[in-house]
């Protein structure tokens, strides 16, 4: 069982900037892709944002393309996303998501089999 820990969230005005942090407590995560997703009220859940945890390599959803980067540091088991130049509509609750290998699109929310409790980002225009 894999657990995910988020932080980093907070309130911030357009414009600004925020990183998030997910702490997963699985050592070895090798072969996992981690995610960033995110849910406004009202909405479902959106992908921001996956990484492979063994190549480093990212995907972005169109609309956070050049805004949002995600990272990782295996030496802490940790994944970030850094988030600038935030607008108002960027106002959610963010989760971070990880997988065991899948044929399944990155992109969905059932792909992935563990979940983090989530992370309140607001921006205030």
């Known amino acids: 069982q894999v657990q995910l820990v988020e932080s980093g969230g907070g309130l911030v005005q357009a414009g600004g900037s925020l990183r998030l942090s997910c702490v997963a407590s699985?050592?070895?995560?090798?072969?996992?892709?981690m995610a960033w997703f995110r849910q406004a009220p009202g909405k479902g859940r959106e992908f921001q944002a996956c990484?492979?945890?063994?190549?480093?390599?990212?995907d972005y959803a169109d609309y956070v393309k050049g805004r949002f980067t995600i990272t990782r540091d295996i030496t802490k088991n940790t994944v970030y996303l850094q988030m600038n130049n935030l607008k108002p509509e960027d106002t959610a609750v963010y989760y971070c998501?990880?997988?065991?290998?899948?044929?399944?699109?990155?992109?969905?929310?059932?792909?992935?089999?563990?979940w983090g409790q989530g992370t309140q980002v607001t921006v205030s225009s």
């Open positions: 998501a990880a997988r065991r290998p899948s044929s399944g699109a990155y992109a969905i929310e059932g792909s992935y089999d563990y």
């Open positions: 990484i492979s945890w063994t190549t480093g390599k990212t």
């Open positions: 699985e050592r070895t995560l090798n072969t996992f892709t």
